[in-house]
């Protein structure tokens, strides 16, 4: 359909040439007149003598609607030009996503495997990142930054001992009342001792503590860090020539494997003294009797295996917790999910970690 008022359509060389004063007022008029228009190949505004931001939307819907491929736009004026091309950016802009087909199990499978792949990929080029930034600290002792560590360890350490020690101690008395359960049927009450020694110290408090570091202090890297990219903080550093692996990551990695160990032995005290409190009343073993029986069950490499894991759990916590931080997207949903992916990916990691621990103590015969 045309309308000499306001357009023309050429068939025979497939041209739209527009007429007159496209503006609000008349943008009812333009877009009855448009109403059906077949798909031009050129545009042609010579004749044009305005238009505005809503009659240009209107013309470009239009345009849409009727199928038209690439168009070639020809006799615009700059001013009109220019106005035509800002609302084709925004139209561009809003324009409805293409839906992309459901991929199967097998597709999705795959597309998770990609994704764990190059998650694991970059861990594992910021570990080594951050060992060459340790190492630099080491070598050069005046790069290190005190007043940094000293506040991360407070935060990481100091101010983690009382829920550690609350939950390590609640542990040792569950492992206790449960051992005991079934102790007592067999008239063996004092080899709970013996239990709850070698377990508490070689497993479960390396794991319990590491998790709760893993949920507080992980989590905790990654919002701090996130934060601090979402206001351009990180990039205020850089710009004043210092490295953020030096001022942000290598402060709290060194924090933490610091840290966790002195946890990791509060625990393990925490846990024992649990055991020793609820043995008295459930099993009739004296304060006296536990702390012998103790003695000649707990050998010092179990003490010396827990210990021997807590470095290493914060290590990759703290790599894993800075990483997310520094890569996070720039809006507060993106630091969010990526506070609680840490603690997921934390908590797996240390998992694994404990169990490559357990075959290689294994074969050590430790």
């Known amino acids: ?46 004749a044009l003598t305005e238009i505005d931001s809503a009659a240009a939307l ?39 996503p293409v839906a992309m087909p459901s991929r199967g199990l097998l597709g999705r499978i795959g597309q998770h495997a990609i994704e764990l792949g190059e998650l694991l990929h970059g861990h ?34 100091l101010n983690a001992i009382p829920v550690v020690a609350l939950v ?16 007592e049927k067999y008239g063996a009450n004092i080899f709970v001792v013996d239990g709850v020694g070698i377990g508490a ?7 319990i503590v590491a998790v709760i570091v893993a949920g507080r202090s992980g989590a905790a890297f ?28 290598v402060p709290r990695v060194l924090a933490l494997m610091i840290a966790l160990p002195l946890l990791v032995f509060v625990g393990d005290v925490a846990s024992l003294t649990g055991a020793l409190t609820i043995a008295g009343p459930m099993l009739d073993i004296a304060p006296p009797a536990f ?23 914060a290590l990759f916590i703290a790599v894993i917790g800075t990483r997310m931080g520094m ?15 840490t603690v997921v990916q934390s908590i797996v990691a240390v998992i694994l970690l404990d169990a490559a621990f357990a075959i290689l103590m294994q074969a050590l015969d430790w």
């Open 201 to 207: 110290t070689r497993e479960f408090a390396p794991i």
């Open 222 to 249: 990654t919002a701090q860090l996130g934060s601090m990219r979402l206001t351009e903080e990180i990039d205020a550093i850089r710009t004043l020539g210092l490295s953020p692996m030096q001022v942000l990551v």
């Open 1 to 46: 359909m045309a309308d000499a008022t306001w357009f023309s359509l050429d068939t025979g060389s497939s041209t739209l040439r527009l007429s007159g004063t496209w503006r609000m007022p008349h943008l009812a008029a333009i877009e009855t007149a448009l109403d059906g228009l077949a798909a031009p190949m050129i545009v042609d505004g010579r």
């Open 291 to 313: 702390l012998a029986r103790l003695r000649e069950a707990l050998d010092v490499r179990h003490v010396f295996v827990g210990l021997v894991k807590a470095p290493i759990f």
């Open 124 to 157: 594992l080029n910021f570990l080594g990142a951050t060992v060459l930034g340790l190492g630099e600290a080491i070598a050069h002792p005046r790069r290190a930054r005190p007043r940094e560590l000293t506040v991360q360890l407070e935060q990481v350490g």
């Open 58 to 96: 209107v013309l470009l819907r239009a345009l849409q609607r009727s199928g038209a491929g690439t168009l070639s736009w020809v006799g615009f004026s700059e001013v009109s030009t220019r106005i035509v091309d800002q609302v084709r950016a925004q139209l561009d802009a809003t324009a409805t």
């Open 327 to 341: 890569t996070v997207g720039r809006d507060t949903r993106a630091v969010g999910a990526a506070t609680t992916s």
């Open 168 to 183: 390590t101690m609640l542990i040792g008395v569950v492992i206790a009342y449960l051992l005991g359960l079934q102790a």
